[in-house]
């Protein structure tokens, strides 16, 4: 950890590394900063006629969270989507007229209508079973003045007995495409309608570029996650409300950053285990976990105004399960900047997480933009240290060496003996030690081999996957390596 003398007030990034300098500054946000465009086919449509189901279905995935419960869906899910060899950015939005319990009613409608304003073609989605309602009239009536073209999307035609009454909403005057996506009836036709309304001069035949980086935004409730998303695309793309919970789904956002494009997964606050009540919760909390799993980087906001809990720690715990490169990142800054100095958060950090100390922290404001420029040129650093490699014999020198200095301790009359060590993998950089036997390694004398390994190896701030596997005493090195697949 750098000496406290080394921090500015401003806070800024603390690394792990002592062979680079690291600069304490408030960075403001680049204003190259632009959301990466595709074509957008938006879904729309009352509460609970399966937009989220149509979704999944169309995408082959279950992207969106689906529960009978009305109102789920609040901010905009994207996915990527082949439609006849062009690709497009579908969009699932909130149900129009729905009264939200937590008064976000407003806010939903916002995202809607920037949905709509965006989009280039728009699936109006209906309930064969429920025929024409009220709401699907005042939908029909909003979607009369939009300039891009409009299909009915018949939902819940699950027989072919119900195809007259998906007729009945040829009433609206759009074209109307009768499926079923919990059936999986009518998906060619749909693709087709949509690649027939698609503008000739909106798209193209290749899909967009890979990101050069999928950053995952996780934390508790209320820390700021869904305004940091905000902030990387310059736009308002997440709902941000001081109701905890607002964010119910993990959402993908593509945003460039200095001509290079990234993806950040906004994800639902994490929450105490028997907090959960509701199915929306455990799918929300699943769904980040996954986007844990599926990063490169995690992101793992804390709220300066507040001390670490057992979720940040069980939270912190999962990343690390994971082998995923993460940042601290204490948010708010601005909030409480002149009143408690970045050394003291430092060492609140590194007493609550004590295994995790090669984690970098940032402290930043992400309403503000201050050191949210400088943190992502971090993350992409960690990324990198991840994808490092080291050679064989260097490897084995540094073992070598953290041998003689500490040798493992004796179990009974057993003596640890370690052969021979490679890398045999990135992201995360992995390791594989050949002993007599792997049981008399213990955890304690690995955590102090890594220890030792992370201050002399290129990837120092970013967790390393061991294993040990015993040498055969008759075997050779290279036999070992041929057997298991390892280079050389």
Known sequence: MPHPAELSKSGGIIGNGRRRHYQFRTSQFSKETLAMRLPQVVIVGRPNVGKSSLFNWLVQRRV???????????????????????????????????????????????????????????????????????????????????????????????????????HEFYRFGRKVIPVSAAHSRGRDELLQAIAEALPPNVGGDSPPPEPVMKLAIVGRRNVGKSTFVNTLCRAERMIVSEVPGTTRDSVDVRFELDGKPFIAIDTAGFMRRKSITENVDFYGMHRAQRSIRRADVVLLFLDAQERVTRVDKQLADYITQHYKPFIFVVNKWDLVHGQIAPEKWVAHIRDSFRTMGYAPIAFISAKTGKNVKLLLDYAQELHRQAGKRVKTSELNRLIAAAIERNPPPLHGTKRPKIYYATQVGEYPPTLVLFCNDPTLIDATYQRYLLGTLREQLPYREVPIKLYLRKRERYDRTDQIESRLGLPK
């Open 64 to 166: 969106a969270i689906v529960d009978p419960q009305a109102g789920i869906t609040r901010d905009r899910i994207t996915h990527l989507l082949d439609v006849g060899g062009r690709f497009v950015e579908l969009v699932d939005t909130g149900g129009l007229g729905i009264e939200d319990p937590d008064n976000l009613t407003q806010e939903i409608e916002e995202q809607i209508a920037a949905a709509i304003e965006s989009a280039d073609v728009i699936l109006f989605v209906v309930d064969v079973r429920s025929g024409i309602t009220a709401l699907d009239e005042l939908v029909a009536q909003r979607l009369r003045y939009v300039n891009v073209p409009v299909i009915c999307v018949a939902n819940k035609t699950d027989t072919p007995n119900l195809l007259p009454q998906a």
